[in-house]
């Protein structure tokens, strides 16, 4: 049987994560860079088969992350939220113009 005063206080508890706990994040730590990695293969891939091309209107973009009229995107078909398994195939991806970006998805993105 445990005495009370054998048992830890809210002072030990917070503020230090729990051995299982340091585990977990490490390992969401490790899965979120190896998604990073895989993100950029993703990308690159896609940006190679498109040939710089707009896969709606044909327009020829530039890979930049500035928010011009000839900057592309990269836009999944089938979108991660509902095909996950999909998510860093070259084949699910397109490069599409920023007025066919904005056409496909509205003005939120």
Known sequence: MTRFSELP???DQVGRPQPKDKARVVDRD????????????FRNHVWRDSKYVCAFCG?????????TADAGHVDHIKPRSTSPALKFDPKN???????????RHGSGR
Request: net charge positive.
């Open 93 to 103: 991806g397109r490069v599409l113009c920023a007025n066919c970006h904005q056409k």
């Open 59 to 67: 327009r020829r973009v530039k890979r930049t992350i500035e928010l």
């Open 9 to 11: 206080t809210l002072g």
């Open 30 to 41: 490790a899965q979120r860079k190896a998604d990073s990695q895989r993100e950029v293969k």
